[in-house]
C-alpha cells in the first residue's frame, strides 16, 4: 500500500503503511492533539518519537491497533512525511507557522 492522501477535503484521512500495514489515519489536527505533540517535545521527545506517539494515539481513537507504539517509533520517519504534508494542506494556520519556521533563515 502507497502512502497515498484520500481525498483529503473530504475524508480528512491519509492511507498510510506503518510497520507493514495498512492503516488510515485522520489528518485533522485539533488543540488537544497540538497540546499533546508539543507537550511530548517540552518532555523530551523527540520530533520523530512525538509525531510517531501523536500517530498512534489518532490510529487507536478510531480502531485496534495492529502494532505496538514503539514500533512505531522506530519507523524511518519519512514515513511520517505524507501525514505531515496532509496536515499541512489541511490546516492553513499550521502551514503558515510551518513555512515561517522552514523558510526563517538560521
Avoid at 12 to 38: D, R
Avoid at 74 to 81: D, G, L, M, P, Q
Wanted: glycine share 4%.
Amino acid at each position: 500500500m502507497d502512502n497515498t492522501v484520500l481525498t483529503v477535503k473530504e475524508s480528512k484521512c491519509i492511507s498510510l503503511n506503518l510497520c507493514g500495514v495498512g492503516v488510515e489515519v485522520s489528518v485533522f489536527f485539533n488543540m488537544k492533539e497540538q497540546e499533546f505533540y508539543l507537550g511530548s517535545l517540552s518532555a523530551g521527545s523527540t520530533p520523530k518519537k512525538a509525531m510517531a506517539d501523536l500517530i498512534y494515539e489518532k490510529i487507536k481513537k478510531k480502531s485496534s491497533v495492529p502494532f505496538e507504539c514503539e514500533a512505531l517509533q522506530n519507523e524511518n520517519e519519512a514515513k511520517f512525511e505524507p501525514f505531515i504534508m496532509a496536515i499541512l494542506m489541511e490546516n492553513t494556520a499550521i502551514k503558515k507557522l510551518y513555512d515561517e519556521l522552514v523558510l526563517e533563515p538560521a
